[in-house]
């Protein structure tokens, strides 16, 4: 299993302003994902990154407001642009497995004001 | 489009009795990988119990154990001999080689004392 470490845990930023959230795996992984989550909801899919291409987003995110980076094959980056507080909520990365399992980071709470 | 259905947002079970989760989800693809996510309240995402689709024998990791009915659709989660820290969000997931997992509402498991 792969073991993934997000920085930072929490912050809490003034709207207008970006975040940059990282994500290490402590291996080689192909595919890592970012996700969005509500408390007490499921996870939303912003967008895959894969190493050496741009990110493939899904509907209702925009690669202005969600850049990602992939520099290699054990981080990324994911930021958080012109925040507004409907931005609040927890972000995850996870990157997959050898039997196509995802792993996951313990999460960014972004809080708004 | 794949789909995975929670039909249960909520249950609740004794400690020490055994639970079942349900799932259902809807492919035509005879190739995939069905997968048990536990979410405690610190919000990490931890791997329970993986399934190959084409795989008979339903997995079984300790206490964990699943019913994998593949005309029926269906993958079931039980839990047997529930435990304080069983006390989670469940959610089921669904994905095909090298590509996103598909996630269900999540069921919300509460432990009696």
């Known amino acids: 299993s792969a073991v993934i470490s997000q920085k930072p845990s929490r912050d809490i930023c003034q709207r207008g302003t970006s975040l940059t959230i990282q994500c290490q795996v402590d291996s080689q992984v192909t595919m890592m994902f970012w996700y969005r989550q509500q408390p007490g909801q499921s996870l939303t899919l912003i967008a895959t990154?894969?190493?050496?291409?741009?990110?493939?987003?899904e509907s209702g995110f925009v690669i202005d407001k969600f850049p990602i980076s992939r520099p290699n094959l054990t981080f990324s980056t994911l930021t958080v642009s012109n925040m507004s507080p409907e931005d609040s909520s927890i972000y995850l990365c996870?990157?997959?497995?050898?039997?196509?399992?995802?792993?996951f980071g313990p999460g960014t709470r972004l809080t708004v004001t | 489009a794949q789909t995975v259905t929670q039909s249960q947002p909520e249950m609740s079970v004794q400690e020490a009795e055994t639970v079942t989760l349900s799932c259902t989800y809807d492919t035509s693809e005879s190739d995939y990988y069905l997968f048990w996510y536990k979410q405690p309240p610190s919000r990490q995402m931890i791997l329970v119990i993986r399934q190959e689709a084409y795989k008979q024998q339903n997995a079984t990791e300790n206490r964990f154990s699943v019913n994998f009915q593949k005309a029926a659709k269906s993958f079931s989660l039980k839990i047997s001999d529930s435990q304080l820290g069983d006390a989670a969000m469940y959610f089921c997931a669904y994905t095909r080689r090298d590509d996103k997992i598909i996630f269900g509402k999540g069921t919300r498991l509460h432990i009696l004392p």
């Open positions: 996870s990157a997959i497995g050898r039997f196509y399992e995802q792993y």
């Open positions: 990154a894969n190493q050496g291409s741009e990110a493939t987003y």
